[in-house]
């Protein structure tokens, strides 16, 4: 130990020791963290049946022990998946600004803006309490109105949780369909908004907006640092708020697993029932939940017979026609522009669940 | 003096954040003599400030940082305090 106090002047960092070392420990915890990840990932199934059939003594041909089972693989496999998807998918965001993609969009014509607005509506960070400025924001500065609801209906849809929970529970081929899927109601309805002209139909104040120029936003200019932090905050704020409900879905979807029986749900939701893609579509409207606890329970109910496409339809219901965003674009859009915005998406997931449950 | 205003639509992320925010600021005591801390809702103001993602800080005019809310060790560094 230095007993004498440390010399200020000498030629030191300028970052103070402490926050030095944390960021060092940081960074190694990170790789660390990274380097565990897929090992540990790829042992969750043998653990999962050991700890059900080995340890708990379970029998494997049970109800109970089925479920437990499912929940204890699903469950932190769902969790890892989560954790590392939007860890990255923060990083990724932070390079994209509301500001930036305003600038991109204002003035663009419709079908490429379209297309622009539903991809940049995926990768720009947006919070739905940000939807009223972000809504007033984009069309005063020149973004078409249509295009303007390309990106709103994009952002929500096709999230990160939802990817990442298809993409564990039902592999790439659907999770790469739902944001194909996604993306095209998005862009489809967005244009066909657009082409109607229903400029008109919104809420007085905000067509005053229009006439008025606003400020353009600065773009911050961000450092590696800042753009990690992105991710961790986005870690610590999404999977923080949603593991419960991942937890509650996979053990909902466990006792699904467990005792409903095969084939159980073909007689409701199977490829051949027509009528219950629009009934998932209309069921998913006063539902609000987040894909986190939606996507397991549809993955034991496609495993019990239910069609996949009328699942999928019911999940993009419940996340683009929550009831909750529709209340707060209340406030920008009168009765009238709402309704058709709730139509022609429905229209669209409608579509999209129809040609799922033909195709696959 | 210093003018700091938090911009947010009543979610609950702004609101944390502008509760953060004064707590920070009373917690510099004599040292924070004639600063301002102000919650603004109003989406006409943000238009005119130019912001579209809420939370937002704003302090003196200038935006510090948008998007989500900020941690505590952020708001410090921003804020200028220790």
């Known amino acids: 130990m230095n007993p004498q106090p440390s010399c200020c002047g000498a030629s030191r960092a300028a970052v103070p020791p402490s926050a030095a070392r944390r960021r060092a420990l940081t960074v190694t915890a990170a790789l660390l963290g990274l380097a565990l990840w897929w090992p540990v990932y790829r042992s969750l199934d043998p653990l999962a049946a050991w700890l059900s059939f080995g340890l708990f003594g379970l029998d494997p041909q049970s109800h109970l022990g089925e479920a437990v089972r499912f929940f204890l693989y699903d469950g932190p496999k769902v969790l890892m998946l989560l954790v590392v998807i939007v860890f990255f998918v923060g990083v990724l965001r932070s390079f994209f600004t509301p500001e930036a993609t305003r600038r991109v969009l204002a003035g663009r014509r419709r079908g490429v803006g379209n297309v622009l607005a539903a991809g940049l509506g995926v990768l720009t960070p947006f919070c739905s309490c940000s939807a009223v400025p972000l809504f007033v924001g984009f069309v005063t500065a020149g973004v078409p109105l249509g295009v303007t609801f390309s990106f709103l209906i994009a952002a929500p849809m096709v999230n990160e949780v939802a990817l990442a929970l298809l993409f564990g529970l039902f592999g790439w081929r659907v999770a790469l369909f739902y944001a194909g899927f996604g993306l095209g109601v998005a862009i489809v309805a967005g244009w066909i908004i657009g082409r109607l002209n229903l400029e008109r139909w919104l809420q007085p104040w905000v067509r005053q907006q229009l006439s008025m120029a606003s400020a353009a936003g600065d773009s911050p200019h961000r450092s590696w640092a800042e753009r990690l932090g992105f991710g961790r905050s986005a870690v610590r704020d999404i999977v923080g708020k949603v593991w419960v409900w991942v937890l509650v879905g996979v053990g909902l979807g466990a006792v699904i697993h467990g005792w409903v029986p095969e084939d159980f749900m073909i007689r409701v939701m199977g490829r051949d029932v027509w009528w219950s893609v629009p009934l998932a579509v209309l069921l998913g409207v006063p539902m609000y939940t987040n894909a986190a606890g939606v996507v397991p329970v549809i993955q034991a109910l496609t495993a019990k017979g239910a069609a996949l496409g009328t699942a999928l339809a019911f999940m993009m219901s419940v996340i683009a026609l929550s009831l909750p965003e529709m209340l707060i674009l209340r406030k920008v859009l009168t009765w009238r522009l709402l309704a058709v915005f709730v139509a022609v998406v429905a229209a669209g997931i409608l579509g999209v669940g129809w040609l799922f449950n033909a195709l696959i | ?82």
Do not use: H, N, W
């Open chain 2, 1 to 82: 003096m210093k003018k700091i205003q938090i911009l947010g639509t009543g979610c609950p992320t702004c609101c944390k954040m502008y509760d953060a925010v004064r707590e920070l600021v009373a917690q510099q005591g004599v040292e924070a003599q004639g600063v301002v801390v102000e919650k603004i809702t109003d989406v006409q103001q943000m238009m005119q400030m130019g912001v579209m993602s809420v939370p937002a800080l704003v302090v003196d005019g200038k935006v510090l940082f948008s998007g989500r809310g900020a941690t505590r060790d952020e708001l410090k560094g921003l804020l200028g305090i220790a």
